[in-house]
Every structure is written in C-alpha cells, then in structure tokens.
C-alpha cells in the first residue's frame, strides 16, 4: 500500500502537569522549523489568558515541526479530565500518540482516561517518561505501571511493544536509558523514535475527496474555519465541494482558503491531500464531525462519538440589585447568542431552555468545564447568575443511575484517617491503598459525582495544602439511595443594602466566617459568611455605632475585624445550596439567596420544612 512517508501525525496525551505543553515546545526549539533569530517562551501553545494564568491546557492546538524530509504534525491536548471531549476528536485526526507519564508521580486517573481512548482507536503508541531529572523519580516502576495499564485496557500484542523514550522537557533533554546522568541536550532520541515507530499516512490522493471537520475557529475576515484531517483525495483553492451535515442533509460550498500548520503559524496553502492536518474556510455552517466531501460522490465518514456532559448548571440572567453596574453585556438576548455560539466549538457543552424566562441549563464536562466557560464570560463584560451544580441522571435498563468517578488521592499518611471518613461520608467506596515511601500514602475511590462537589476545598483544608486530589468519570451506576450531599453550615444573609461597616461586621464574625470586608456594598438577601451552625441567620451588616457625647471607659483602640475568606469563583459555586445564586460580573462574584426579601424567604423556608415533615 502506497504512504506519504514525508508526514508524521501524532498528538500529545497525559494527565494534566505532566509535561505534554512543555514537550512540544521543545520540540518545536530543537527541531528545523524556527528561524535561527527566532525564540519562543514557555509553552507557547497555551495562548489562552486563562490557559497561561491557570498554567492548564484547555483547548486542543496544532502545531507542525519539521525533522529533515518529515514534518510531524503535532496536536497538543488538554490533560484535564474535564476537557475530555478535546482529547477524543482529537484521536480520529491522528496516527499515534505520545503518551507523556511523570516519572515521579507515574500512572494517574487521566492517563488511563487518554490512553483509553487512544487504544480504542487503535493507536501506535510511544511512552515517554518525562522529569527523568526529578528528585523521587521511579523510572523503572513507572514503566511497570504504564505496562500494566496497557494490559488492564485491553491493548493487542503490537500496542505492549511500545518503545520507551526518557526525558526532561524542561531541560531539553532525552536519551534512550533510564538513568538520568546518560541525559543529553537533544530531542533526538524522540524525532528518530517518532518517524521510524508511528505509521506514515496512507497516499490515495487519487480517491474522491473526505475531509473530517474535529475542531473549529472563528476569524473576522474569513469567517468560520474547520480544522480535520484530509483522510482521502484532494482538496484545493477554489473547490466546489459538499458538506455532508450531522442530520443527514447535505450542503454545497466553495473553498476560499486552505491553511496548513508549521510551527507557531498558520500558513496559507492552495491544495492538501490525505494525510494532510488543515483548516479549511468558505464554510458558513459547519459543525464537528461533519464530512466535507466530493460533490460529485459525496461519502460521509464514521461521526466522531463524543461522552456526554455529567454536570449540569443553571445560568440566569443577573436580576439582583447591583444588576447592569458591572458589566456591558446583561441582557437575556446576549446571553443566550453567546452560550448558542460556544456550542459551534465546545463539543462538550449543551445548552438547554427552560420554563424560566432568562434561564438556561448548561450542562458540560465537571465544575472545572463550566467554570472555565464562566470566566470566559466575565472577561468578556458579561453578567451572570448561577446556580447549584447539579449530576445528570440516566436511565440505564430501567434503572436511574448517576455518574460515579475514580478518586485518586497522594497525601501524607496522617491524614489517611480525615479522608476516609470524609470520603465515606460522601458514600465514596476505597478501591485500593498502598504506602507510596517518605510518608505519603496513594487512595483510590469509586465516588458518585454529586458527593464530590463542593468537596475540593474541604480537602485542601483537611490535608493542610498537602494533599494533590485527582478525579474522572468513570461509569454510570444506579443511584445512592436516600442521601442528598451538601453544605452542612448556614449563611449569614444581610438584612437591608448599604455599606457594610466595621463595627457591624465585629458582632457577626463571632457567629462564623466572613465573605466581606468593611466598605463593601451589600443588598437585602446578599450572603456575607458562612454560619458555624446549620442555620441561616439574617444580620445587620450596615449598622454603624451610635455617636454619643459620652467617652467609654478604658483605652481607646483600633475597631479591626479578622480577615474575611475571600472566595473564588469555584469556590463560590461550590459553596451554593439549592436556594441561592452566584452573581457574577466583569469585577465581582458574590453569593445572594434566591429569594432576597427577608420576611418572604422565611415564609418559604417554614414551607419548605412543613413539607419536609409531611414526607
């Protein structure tokens, strides 16, 4: 069978911080693609604001690197189990894959999550054992692990031959042994291992054309561009051709530009052919997984299965008293053509009406997902209401069942006993315990979903920053049975609007932690702390001191108030109980009730225990 041995498509898969955006960008250093005067910065690919703060990856991104004859075209993907459906139509676009494992920490939730999907798609696999360098690191019995995962998910006889390369990404380094002294300053060992490991293209340029859309962008001047693979044929400048939509029609365009990719750059081309990794524009309405396709024989390829989203959150148009103060973009209208247009390039994402007028369910990946598309809307001027997180239940042979999700945790061992009964609590079930050396002990857990929210920063509280926690989805079982999960403290919810003051906010901080500080605008219904108890309490976070003529007795001294906690916004979401919101603006994320009138809230709430009783 004819190939096109002068092209190499691979991508890059890990769990999240083990190096994958590191890697790349050293390969695009030490490979014939920069310009001698040119250099980049750290993981260059990671061009988004939030990717570069939060130090994730969250979009998928390709890029090219030349290595004498072959161009190997890289696709860099997110590591963060909430941004699977990046990972997966990324596998339909590729070859091979280089499975990137830290040699400290070894096989995580995530690396079983990618490689899964690598070896369901039948793969050629290349492992590389990466911060070879790092004090702790257990080359020898990280190759084991990632051994034994191959086996445990299936792999055939040719994916457990895989070839094994050694690495420091951050060094620049590589080599083909274990021991970190034989390191030397060059990538190497990993182009060589590259072309001669993972199989070139197949060359039937000669065929009617098929080209798979996987990603999408949007530019200003050509319009909508859809990223894929040329699996079949040709496809040029000036083409008329079909596109074969998702529901089964079909719909004819012309080709107004080609781009293909060589290092950090798009760069514009006039024809590709199979086995070619393109962006392709003129396309006003196409979708992910959708064929473009000679008009002449128009033949669809297989669609891209994408997992469901397992969470699901309300978005509502901001209704408080501090709405339109913040932020240029609150209208119903707007709200809803921006949560329409990311579902053009978040397959993961699903945006549903509800019967509450500006309101809709989004449903996604995790907590991380929807928060992230959260932040996105902030920064872009927009305000937002949010409600709790919810799971998505399924009905599955009759039975309703709920997402459950492998929990691994690293801590020290002192605080084994504190996880366990907190795990416990949230009807987690211990798969597996082992003693990891130097104090730290590894956790394993099957978990439904629902108990896990909200619990991130607990844990962080109960290991004392010590603890790394990492969870995926895992399966779908039937529900838990009479438990519901969720905040066991109250709020402290202020009374009327004003500025909050000092000496008001002296006599609340006895009765729980504080949200806010002195100075801060509040309104009626607005949550300033968390309760110690499991109450709500309503309070006066405005009062000032009374002004008299007369001095108090003692030394005069300085009114001050602790600290208050200054939530983020995934923390704010995951403080929310069933009847509050999460008001979020371009500067602000506060916490409200639904209800803000005092008197009307309390009526609801004796309701809502009355009917509590009766059941």
Known sequence: MKTRDDIRNIAIIAHVDH????????????????????????????SNAIEKERGITILSKNTAVKYGDTTINIVDTPGHADFGGEVERIMKMVDGVLLIVDAFEGTMPQTRFVLKKALEQ??????????????????????DEVLELFIDLGADESQLEFPIVYASALNGTSSYSDDPADQEHTMQPLFDTIVKTIPAPIDNTDEPLQFQVSMLDYNDYVGRIGIGRVFRGTISVGDNVSVLKLDGTKKNFRVTKLFGFFGLKRVEVQTAKAGDLIAVSGMDDIYVGETVADANTPEALPVLRIDPPTLQMMFLQNDSPFAGREGDKVTARKLEDYLRSKLQTDVSLRVDDTDQAGAWMVSGRGELHLSILVEEMRRAGFELQLGRPEVIYREIDGQTCEPFEEVQIDTPEQYTGTIIDAMSKRKGEMQNMENEGNGQTRMTFLAPSRGLIGYSTEFLSSTGGYGIMNHTFEKYLPVVKNWEPGRIT??????????????????IEDRGQLFIDAGVEVYEGMIVGENSRDNDIAVNATKGKNLTNTRAAGKDHA????????????????????????????TSVRLRKKILNTGERQKADKRRKMAKDID
Do not use: W
Request: glycine share 6%; with cysteine; hydrophobic share 40%.
């Open 19 to 46: 190096g994958k955006t590191t890697l790349v960008n050293e390969m695009l250093k030490q490979s014939d693609t920069l310009a001698e005067h040119m250099t980049i910065g750290d993981r260059a690919l990671d």
């Open 122 to 143: 039948h793969l050629v696999p290349i492992v590389v054992i990466n911060k070879i360098d790092r004090p702790g690191a257990r080359p020898e019995e990280v190759v």
């Open 490 to 507: 109250g709020a402290l919810v202020s009374i009327n609007a004003g500025q909050a003051t000092t000496y008001s906010l002296q006599s």
């Open 559 to 586: 009114a001050a108030i602790k600290t208050p906690k200054n939530l983020s916004l995934e923390e704010s979401i995951e403080f929310l109980n069933d009847d509050e919101l999460c008001e979020v603006t371009p």
